[in-house]
C-alpha cells in the first residue's frame, strides 16, 4: 500500500518540474534526490513489513495443514478397528488349599502306562528312551499315574538332552520329521499310549502345534533344549479359562488357552507325555522351576477331590502274567488275541505286527515290498537296517524280560512247537512271571462268535462305503469333464459371433453322506462262520510245510505255571491238533524232501534198461538188421543146445498177435527173436515211460518221507514231486489229457486214486519187474487195437511229438549204455517222453514195416 502511494508519483513530479523551468531545475532535482533517498527508506520498511507478513501467513498455512493432517488422520482412525492390545492375564492366584491332598509320592509318570522304550530314572524325575537298534526312530510315551476331573494345576519339563545319530534310510522309505519332538497333553485311561493317535487325546507339541483328533493348527512358539516350559491344565469351572490347557516357557505365557475338546470332558484326563530322541526333566512339584506370574497349583499338590488315581497294576498272585495263545492257522486265533487285549488293556503284545503299528505311530510310511508274508509274520521291510535285520524285535524281547508288565505274546506258529515255546519260557525265566499257556482251538465261545460277526459285518460296511466313495468320485469326475466340454463350445460360439444361452455352472450332484448308516446283512454262511476269512494267511504254506508235523498243545511239564483252555477241553483240543495235522499232511508240500539211495538206484537200472530195448525195437524195424539178429537167436540156440547134448530146435513161426503176453517169459525175445515190443509206437513208448516213473516216484516216496500218516500225495503236487526226482516237467498236454484222471486212466494198471484221502497210489509191489512194464503197456496197446476194430475211435492215442534231448538212455548193439543229461530247461524230456535218436527214423500207425500181416494198427 505505501509502495502505491508513494512511487506511483515520479511521473507526475517529473512532469511539473519541467513547467516550472530551469529555475527549478535544481530545487527539482535535489528533490528527486531526497525523494530517492525517503524511498529507499521505504522500500527497506516495506520489505520488512513484507518479510513479517510472509512469516506470519507461513506459520498461519502451517497451523492449517497440521489441522487438516489432524483431521485426516482423526478419519482414519474413526474408519479404522484399533489394534488389538496385548491380552490380559485373565488367569488369578490360586486360593490356598485346604482340602486333602494326594499322599506324596503318588504322583508321577507311570511306568506301568509307558512304551517300553521309556527308561525313567532319579525317581522318574528323568525320562530317558532307548536309542540303540532302531529305537530312535519310535515314539516314546508316558501317562500320569493321576487323571484330573477338576481344578487347575501345572507341570514343567525340560529338555536337558538331545540325541543325534547320523542315518540314511532307504529312498522308499518316509520318516516323520523332526527328529526330536516333545508332546505335551492330556489323554483318557485305557485309550492310546500316544499323543495325537486317535480322537481320545489334546496335545501341544515342541513345533507349536495344537492337535486334537485330525484337527492340527500352530498356537504356539517352538521352544526346544534348556528351557523350563509349564503345561497348565485348567478344569476349574470357575474360571475364565475354564476347559483349556496352555504352554508357558520360563513363567512367561507362550501359548493362549486352546480348548479341550467336549468328548474329553466329564472323565479323568491324564497328563501325558510323548517325546523321540531327548532326554527331560519332569517337575510335577510342589515348587515350579519357573515360577508364573500368577501362583498356580502344581500336580503333585492335587487335591483328592480333584484328581482319580490310576489303580495299581493288576498281577497274578503278586506276579506278572506272561500268555502265550496256542492256536491253529486259519482258526481265529489273532481274533482272540485282539479281543483279549482290548478286554486286558493292562497286558502289552509282543510281536511283530504291534512293532509294525508302533513303526506306523511314529511316523512311518513305506511302499509295499514285493514278497510273501503273513499275519504270524509280516512285511517289516523299511529300508532301515536296524528294522529289516529283526534288531529291534531282538532288542525289544530284551528289554521285555526286565520290565514290570504284563505280556500277551502271540507267536503263531513258535506257540505250536514244543522246542520255540520252551526258548520263550527261559527268556522269562524271572520268579516275577507267571507263565501261563492259554489254548484257544474248537468251536468258539458264543462270545467270540458274535465278535466274528461284528467284525464280518464292519468289514462288508466299510466295502460298501468304499465302492460308494469310487462311484461318487467317478460320477463328479465325469460331470466336471462334460461341464468343461459346454463351455469351451459356448467360447467357440461366442468367438464366431454366435448368440448363446447364458453359460451355467452344472448343477452339484448329489453326494451321499459316506458316514451314513449302511444296512448289512449276513448270509446264512456267514452267521455259521465260526471264524473270519482273512485276505493273508496266518502262516505261509512255505513255513508250515517245515514243521507242522511237530505242532502239539503245551503241558505242565514243558514249565508252565498254568495252561488254560478257552473253548474245549484239553482231550478235544489234542484231537483237534492230531486230525488238523493229518489233513494237512494229505495237502501239505513236504518242499525239502530229497531223493533217497533206493530211487537213484531203481531209476539208473531202468534207465539203462529202456535204452536198450528201445535200441532193439529201432534194429528189429530195420531188414538188414533184423535178419542179422534172427540169425543171430538161431546160433545162439543152436550152440545151447549142442552143449547140453540135445538136437537143435526147429523154427517155428511164431504169431505175435496169438501170444499169450502174461506168459512171456523174455520181453526182448517171443521165440522167434521178436521182442515184445516191436510194435510200439511214440505213444506206447511214452506210456511206458510213464508206468515206470510213477511206479517208482510212488514208492520212493513213502520210503524217503517215512510217515505212516501220509504214505503219498495228492493230484496238486504231482507236477512238484515229478520234477523233484524225475528232473523234468510234467504236463498233461503230452498224453492228450486234459485232466489228471484221463491221464491216470492211460495208465490204471499201474497207479491209482484213493477214493477217500485223493492220494495216489502205486497198484504194483515195489520189488516189480522191469518186463512188467512192458507186458502192461502191449496189453494196453492191443486193447485199444481191438477197440479200433470194432470202430471206437476213442481209442486212438495221438500225442505231440515232443522233441527231447534228455530221456532214458539210448544202447545201440555193441555200445555202452548212455544217460544223456537231465535238462532243466527248453528241450527237456516232458511227461516221460523218450528220447529222439539222431538217424532214427520213428514207424508211423499203418506203415508196412511196423505192421504185421493180419494186424490193423491205431490210425490206419
Not at 482340602?99 to 522318574?124: A, M, Y
Amino acid at each position: 500500500w505505501l509502495k502505491q502511494i508513494c512511487f506511483k508519483q515520479p511521473s507526475a513530479l517529473a512532469t511539473r518540474s519541467a513547467v516550472v523551468g530551469k529555475r527549478g531545475t535544481m530545487a527539482a532535482e535535489q528533490k528527486d534526490v531526497e525523494m530517492k533517498a525517503e524511498e529507499e527508506k521505504v522500500d527497506e520498511k516495506i520489505e520488512e513489513t513484507t518479510e513479517a507478513t510472509a512469516e506470519e501467513k507461513a506459520v498461519e498455512k502451517a497451523k492449517e495443514e497440521e489441522e487438516e493432517e489432524e483431521t485426516k488422520e482423526d478419519a482414519t482412525v474413526a474408519s479404522k478397528p484399533k489394534a488389538p492390545e496385548k491380552p490380559k492375564e485373565k488367569e488369578e492366584d490360586a486360593p490356598d488349599e485346604t482340602r486333602p491332598k494326594v499322599s506324596t509320592g503318588s504322583v508321577g509318570f507311570n511306568t506301568e502306562d509307558s512304551t517300553l522304550n521309556v527308561l525313567p530314572c532319579h525317581g522318574g524325575k528323568l525320562l530317558m528312551t532307548l536309542s540303540q537298534g532302531g529305537f530312535h526312530y519310535l515314539l516314546a510315551s508316558t501317562r500320569a499315574s493321576v487323571g484330573l476331573t477338576s481344578g487347575r494345576y501345572m507341570f514343567e519339563v525340560k529338555v536337558i538332552e538331545s540325541h543325534v545319530r547320523q542315518e540314511t534310510p532307504a529312498q522308499n522309505t518316509r520318516i516323520s520329521t523332526p527328529k526330536h519332538l516333545v508332546r505335551l497333553g492330556l489323554s483318557r485311561a485305557g485309550s492310546s499310549i500316544f499323543l495325537a493317535d486317535g480322537e481320545e487325546n489334546v496335545s501341544i507339541d515342541s513345533e507349536g502345534f495344537y492337535q486334537e483328533g485330525k484337527n492340527k493348527k500352530k498356537v504356539s512358539q517352538k521352544w526346544g533344549a534348556s528351557v523350563s516350559v509349564a503345561f497348565l491344565i485348567n478344569l476349574d469351572s470357575g474360571s475364565p479359562n475354564a476347559n483349556t490347557i496352555s504352554l508357558f516357557r520360563e513363567g512367561v505365557r507362550i501359548c493362549e488357552p486352546q480348548p479341550i475338546p467336549e468328548n474329553l470332558l466329564g472323565k479323568p484326563l491324564y497328563p501325558t507325555i510323548t517325546y523321540k530322541n531327548v532326554t527331560l526333566q519332569v517337575n510335577t512339584g510342589p515348587v515350579p522351576q519357573a515360577p508364573l506370574s500368577f501362583k498356580c497349583n502344581m500336580l503333585s499338590e492335587a487335591a483328592e477331590a480333584d484328581v482319580e488315581i490310576a489303580p495299581a497294576p493288576k498281577t497274578c498272585d503278586g506276579k506278572y502274567e506272561v500268555v502265550m495263545p496256542v492256536g491253529l492257522p486259519e482258526q481265529g486265533f489273532f481274533d482272540w488275541v485282539d479281543a483279549f487285549v482290548e478286554a486286558n488293556p493292562h497286558f502289552v503284545e509282543l510281536s511283530d505286527r504291534k512293532i509294525l503299528e508302533w513303526a506306523a505311530k511314529s511316523g512311518f510310511w513305506k511302499n509295499k515290498s514285493p514278497g510273501l508274508y503273513s499275519n504270524d509274520k509280516p512285511d517289516m521291510k523299511f529300508g532301515i537296517p536296524q528294522f529289516d535285520d529283526m534288531s529291534v524285535n531282538k532288542l525289544l524281547a530284551q528289554i521285555a524280560q526286565t520290565a514290570r508288565r504284563n505280556f500277551v505274546v502271540p507267536e503263531l506258529r513258535a506257540n505250536l512247537l514244543e522246542k520255540e515255546r520252551k526258548v520263550l519260557l527261559k527268556s522269562f525265566g524271572s520268579p516275577d512271571f507267571k507263565k501261563v499257556a492259554t489254548v484257544v482251538m474248537g468251536e468258539p465261545s458264543a462270545e467270540h462268535k458274535a465278535k466274528v460277526q461284528e467284525l464280518i459285518i464292519a468289514e462288508k460296511k466299510a466295502g460298501i462305503l468304499a465302492e460308494k466313495k469310487k462311484k461318487a468320485i467317478e460320477e463328479a469326475r465325469k460331470r466336471a469333464l462334460e461341464e468343461r466340454k459346454k463351455k469351451l463350445e459356448q467360447a467357440k460360439l461366442l468367438r464366431e459371433g454366435k448368440t448363446v444361452d447364458e453359460v451355467k455352472d452344472g448343477e452339484e450332484a448329489k453326494q451321499d453322506d459316506m458316514e451314513e448308516d449302511v444296512q448289512v446283512e449276513l448270509t446264512d454262511e456267514e452267521k455259521a462262520q465260526w471264524h473270519r476269512k482273512s485276505t493273508t494267511q496266518d502262516v505261509l504254506d512255505a513255513a508250515l510245510s517245515k514243521c507242522y508235523a511237530d505242532f502239539s498243545i503245551p503241558t505242565l511239564e514243558e514249565g508252565f505255571d498254568a495252561v488254560n483252555f478257552a473253548w474245549q477241553a484239553e482231550s478235544e483240543c489234542g484231537k483237534i491238533v492230531k486230525d488238523w495235522i493229518f489233513a494237512k499232511k494229505l495237502t501239505q508240500r513236504v518242499d525239502d524232501i530229497q531223493p533217497g539211495q533206493w530211487f537213484k538206484d531203481q531209476w539208473a537200472q531202468w534207465t539203462k534198461t529202456l535204452g536198450q530195448w528201445r535200441s532193439l525195437a529201432q534194429e528189429w524195424k530195420d531188414p538188414a538188421k533184423k535178419k542179422a539178429l534172427i540169425a543171430k537167436k538161431k546160433e545162439a540156440k543152436k550152440k545151447e543146445a549142442e552143449e547140453k547134448g540135445e538136437e537143435a530146435p526147429q523154427d517155428i513161426e511164431i504169431d505175435a498177435e496169438d501170444i499169450d503176453v502174461s506168459a512171456v517169459e523174455d520181453v526182448t525175445d517171443i521165440g522167434s527173436g521178436e521182442p515184445l515190443f516191436s510194435n510200439f509206437e511214440f505213444e506206447d513208448w511214452a506210456l511206458l515211460s510213464a508206468r515206470a516213473e510213477f511206479h517208482f516216484l510212488l514208492h520212493a516216496f513213502k520210503k524217503d518221507l517215512d510217515d505212516p500218516d501220509r504214505p503219498s500225495f495228492t493230484e496238486k503236487d504231482v507236477v512238484f514231486y515229478y520234477n523233484k526226482y524225475l528232473k523234468k516237467t510234467f504236463s498233461l498236454r503230452n498224453f492228450g489229457a486234459d485232466k489228471f484222471e484221463k491221464f491216470v486212466g492211460l495208465v490204471k494198471d499201474t497207479i491209482g486214486v484213493n477214493e477217500k484221502s485223493a492220494m495216489l497210489e502205486p497198484i504194483l509191489p515195489e520189488d516189480t519187474l522191469a518186463a512188467s512194464f512192458v507186458k502192461l503197456a502191449e496189453e494196453h496197446r492191443r486193447e485199444r487195437v481191438r477197440r479200433l476194430d470194432a470202430g471206437d475211435e476213442s481209442a486212438e492215442l495221438k500225442f505231440p511229438k515232443v522233441a527231447a534231448t534228455a530221456g532214458p538212455a539210448i544202447v545201440r548193439a555193441g555200445a555202452a549204455a548212455v544217460t544223456p543229461r537231465a535238462s532243466y530247461g527248453r528241450g527237456a524230456a516232458v511227461g516221460g517222453a523218450p528220447a529222439a535218436v539222431p538217424g532214427m527214423l520213428r514207424p508211423t500207425y499203418g506203415s508196412a514195416a511196423s505192421t504185421p500181416a493180419g494186424l490193423k494198427r491205431p490210425g490206419a
